[in-house]
């Protein structure tokens, strides 16, 4: 079955600390990988996805199959990083169905 | 531009009452468009999606039904709400094409059944 794991809830970190955020997901075949954000107050909004192979807000997210994970990160938060964060699962189609992990709110602190 | 839009914003309804939630899209053409439920602590759930005018899937047994009676509505209702229907619902659309996975998000449509 698809599943996508994100094991913390609440991630709190001071600001100018790395961050990390987990991801990992099961699924038998060729995953597209996405992180998705959701700001206070805003729409939820895709982060990154992981054939783009790019930096956004200077989050990076490598996929890696072996381990099965896709896991954010960013060499040192800031304050405006504080959000709820998803991980999401697609398979390669025209559905482009989305299985989403439970979230992890990133709390950074002054 | 395109933009997606969802309402009511918020609703409080009694069990047992009828329900309907509208999500439209602007500026794309066939779009596959999606209906989730966001509830604490248990992420994104995906209840339907359509790829096309009258074609729906249904992703989770439950209370709620999807109709799409124009290439850029998306509908959810119900017939009769139940408790368990409370959260906070969530409209999506992605272009349909093959290779084309972002979606985009509406504002959202909370939900209280009271």
């Known amino acids: 079955a698809q599943r996508v794991t994100q094991p913390e809830k609440l991630l709190s970190v001071f600001k100018g600390a790395p961050v990390e955020l987990k991801c990992n997901y099961s699924?038998?075949?060729?995953?597209?990988l996405f992180w998705y954000v959701q700001y206070s107050r805003q729409r939820l909004q895709l982060l990154l996805r992981?054939?783009s192979r790019e930096s956004i807000k200077g989050f990076t997210a490598d996929l890696n199959k072996g381990e099965t994970s896709f896991h954010l990160k960013k060499p040192f938060a800031q304050e405006e990083d504080s959000a709820m964060y998803y991980c999401a699962l697609t398979r390669r189609g025209n559905t482009g169905k989305l299985i989403f992990g439970q979230g992890t709110t990133l709390q950074v602190k002054p | 531009s395109q933009t997606i839009h969802q309402w009511p914003a918020t609703l409080v309804q009694p069990v047992g009452s009828p329900l309907s939630l509208e999500c439209t899209v602007e500026g794309t053409s066939n779009p596959n468009l999606y209906w989730y439920r966001q509830a604490a602590g248990r992420g994104l759930q995906l209840l339907f999606y359509?790829?096309?005018?009258?074609?729906i899937s249904s992703e989770v047994p439950q209370n709620l039904s999807a109709s799409r009676p124009q290439d850029r509505q998306f509908i959810l209702s119900s017939k009769k709400l139940l408790l368990s229907d409370s959260g906070f619902y969530l409209c999506a659309w992605s272009p349909g094409l093959a290779g084309s996975y972002e979606q985009y998000f509406g504002p959202g449509t909370r939900l209280t059944v009271t």
């Open positions: 992981h054939i």
């Open positions: 359509s790829v096309g005018i009258g074609q």
């Open positions: 699924y038998s075949g060729s995953p597209e």
